[in-house]
């Protein structure tokens, strides 16, 4: 049957390259175990198959692997191939259809809708609260790295990134960086876990078959404290609304003068009607959980460099120096000074190159699509590679190389570098997220000399310390010399290190 309904696919993918699978499995025995063996076995074909778009098959799940920028081009900047993959249904038990998952008139709709939540001014206010608690992650980093200490920084920024989120989505605070075991801490954390951890699972990703697992009951209760938690915040804020108490009402945690995300959805409107809860809460949830477990990566990875790269460290800091005076360094910077910070903005343009916080974006092709004069038949998995991009030698010269410089020096095409996506989807949360980045990174420059956890693993040759992007035989070589404490990539709806991001902190006179 599987055979039969896959054959006109299995016909016309025929044209693109692929690797030899067996009948009704495909190509799954050979992905790996694991979201970092998938990833080395998905860049293994991507060398094998000259860098450019491959097909492989999942039982019946034709994938079709795109880098080819200008398979990128169409596919991005279409406004009808906008169908997400079914690896975003894991998110549909949390998110329901939000700005992220949705599709056709619904997705066109709220995009509108949603856009001046970005405005320049609501991301000023949004920058009080970054700097607020990135003030407040520099006190705990104090702590933590106290005496030398070697800890795990991808651990740390996630209770930063969730306590910027809440209070700008939600415009409450729940103090994650202080109260790490309370139960919405730990829902937010479980959650992003789950979804992670599921997507490779062919038992636990059937929505169905998942009700069986032992871990099931676990994960509804984390649904629950979710929903309840959101489902109250979003009631409270309507009743201040209606009662006028956003802006004025004192010693609740409705007192900020600041609009949060969620004000801005109450005072918008759809098709001349405000947004009904369902929709509220659909895109409250979106944007927390898009809005922390990518910029935890960001953070992570990019301060984890810091510390590998200590040449780039010291252009960071003197940039800091400079733009914010040497006798004011202690002090927030403003959102005019982060935009001046030129060096920072080319370094963390590099960071997302080698360690793409998004690696894959999944879209699916609900009819037949000519794309560079290929056919990509109806109910293709289109997964667009986006960290493959930054490993393209003949775009970026040494790929290998950790070199901020290399964005002045020679700037890729529209499609040959998209962190952010590009076209019609891409990141509503861009700006948010490099503000994020920045406020958080250029604050920790300033306080502190970001070291490795060993001081022999600092780089000497200038390149980065993983090699996911070499092809197979010279990566085994430089895996022989690995070290316990080298990040191991896995890619899943987000970029992590399974193994952590461990440094050490010296303090800064
Ligand atoms: C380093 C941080 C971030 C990166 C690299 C990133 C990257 C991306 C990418 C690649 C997409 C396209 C996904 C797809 O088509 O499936 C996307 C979509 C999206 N991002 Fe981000 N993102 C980041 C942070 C944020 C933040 C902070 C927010 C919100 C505050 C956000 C909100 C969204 C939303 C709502 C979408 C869906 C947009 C749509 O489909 O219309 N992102 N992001």
């Known amino acids: 049957y599987l055979q039969l309904t896959t054959y006109r696919r299995r016909k016309v993918l025929k044209k693109f390259n692929g690797p030899k ?23 293994a074909w991507w060398h094998q198959f000259g860098k450019d778009n491959y097909v492989f098959w999942i039982g019946s799940y034709s994938n079709l692997l795109v880098t080819n920028p200008k398979f990128l081009e169409y596919i991005l900047s279409s406004q009808t191939l906008i169908s997400k993959s079914d690896i975003y249904d894991l998110t549909h038990p949390w998110l329901g259809l939000g700005l992220l998952t949705s599709t056709g008139s619904k997705w066109h709709k709220h995009r509108k809708m949603i856009t001046p939540a970005f405005h320049f001014n609501i991301l000023q206010d949004f920058h009080e609260v970054m700097n607020e608690n990135s003030s407040k992650f520099i006190k705990h980093l104090q702590k933590v790295a106290a005496g030398d200490t070697i800890f795990d920084f991808q651990e740390q920024a996630h209770y930063l990134t969730l306590d910027v989120i809440c209070d700008t989505a939600m415009g409450v605070s729940i103090n994650a960086m202080e109260n790490r075991n309370s139960s919405i801490v730990q829902a937010f954390k479980d959650i992003c876990y789950n979804i992670n951890m599921r997507a490779f699972n062919p038992l636990k990703r059937n929505e169905w078959l998942y009700r069986l697992a032992p871990d099931y009951p676990a994960y509804s209760r984390t649904l ?18 209606k009662s006028g108490s956003v802006t004025t009402s004192q010693g609740d945690e409705f007192s900020r003068k600041k609009m949060a995300f969620l004000d801005t959805l109450l005072s918008s409107t759809i098709d001349g009607r405000p947004l009904n809860s369902t929709e509220l809460y659909e895109e409250v949830s979106t944007f927390m959980f898009e809005g922390h477990d990518t910029t935890t990566s960001g953070v992570s990875f990019a301060v984890y460099l810091l510390s590998r790269h200590p040449d780039e460290q010291k252009k960071l800091f003197a940039e800091q120096c400079e733009v914010m005076g040497t006798s004011e360094l202690n002090r927030d910077a403003t959102y005019q000074e982060i935009a001046q910070m030129k060096y920072l903005d080319l370094y963390i343009k590099e960071a997302q190159r080698v360690y793409p916080s998004v690696p894959f974006i999944g879209r699916y092709t609900d009819k037949d699509y000519e794309i560079d004069g290929k056919l ?21 010269k040494d790929p290998l190389k950790f070199s901020p410089e290399r964005f002045e020096q020679q700037k890729p095409g529209p499609f040959e570098y998209v962190p952010f996506s590009a076209g019609p989807r891409n990141c509503i949360g861009q700006k948010f997220a490099l503000l994020e980045i920045k406020t958080v990174v250029s604050k920790i420059i300033r306080n502190f000399k970001v070291l490795p956890a060993l001081d022999e693993l600092v780089s000497k040759d200038g390149y980065i310390s993983t090699s996911v992007g070499l092809p197979p035989a010279e990566r085994a070589k430089r895996e022989e010399h690995r070290h316990k404490y080298d990040p191991i ?19 800064r006179n």
């Open 489 to 507: 990539l896995s890619a899943v709806l987000t970029l992590k290190s399974e193994n952590g991001l461990h440094i050490r902190l010296k303090e």
């Open 224 to 241: 629950k404290t979710l929903r309840d938690f959101t489902n109250e915040i979003i009631d409270k804020r309507i009743e201040a609304h």
């Open 21 to 43: 699978g067996l009948p009704l499995i495909g190509n799954a025995h050979q992905m790996g175990k694991n979201p970092s063996e998938i990833l080395d076995q998905v860049f």
């Open 376 to 396: 990509v038949p109806k109910g293709s998995t289109l997964n667009l590679g986006i960290v493959m991009l930054g490993y393209n030698d003949k775009v970026f």
